[in-house]
């Protein structure tokens, strides 16, 4: 459902969050390595997040990536809409042009009818959860992000 690109954002993001400490920032080199992502790719990833005004990035040896906004504002809808976008959401499961997910028509792809409820669940779950609930969700659990 979710990109790569999109899994390796939300990832990075709850380490930046798990490790932030009055806005220090941390190292491309860092998360790479502790998350076990292409550190060129990351880069790519969260300079995106930056242009958007999630992260804010320092260039140079003291430099790395910090939060442009406090991590109880950020939800997970809003790093998948800036990464993926939400046609998976919005738009026919099928890519049925006819569909009423698509338009204005009363036609309905077949799939529709399951579909919708489903993509609202998910819909209030991106948009509920924030960068600081699955934070302290990570820290009561005792549980580490995955590599």
């Known amino acids: 459902m979710l990109s790569?690109?999109?899994?390796?954002?939300?990832?990075a993001i709850i380490y930046?969050?798990?490790?932030e400490e009055n806005n220090k920032r941390i190292g491309i080199k860092e998360i790479a390595t502790e998350l076990d992502i292409p550190s060129p790719f990351l880069g790519k990833i969260l300079q995106i997040l930056a242009k958007n005004k999630i992260l804010k990035s320092i260039k140079g040896p003291n430099g790395g990536f910090y939060f442009a906004k406090r991590p109880n504002e950020i939800t997970l809808l809003s790093i998948i809409e800036i990464i993926d976008g939400l046609d998976f959401l919005n738009n026919c499961l099928i890519g049925l042009r006819s569909c009423s997910a698509n338009n204005n028509y009363d036609m309905q792809c077949p799939l529709h009818e399951k579909y919708e409820p489903i993509s609202k669940q998910i819909y209030e779950l991106f948009s509920s959860e924030t960068i600081e609930s699955i934070k302290l969700k990570i820290i009561t659990s005792g549980e580490t992000i995955a590599l």
């Open 4 to 11: 790569n690109s999109c899994k390796y954002a939300i990832r």
């Open 16 to 19: 930046l969050a798990l490790k």
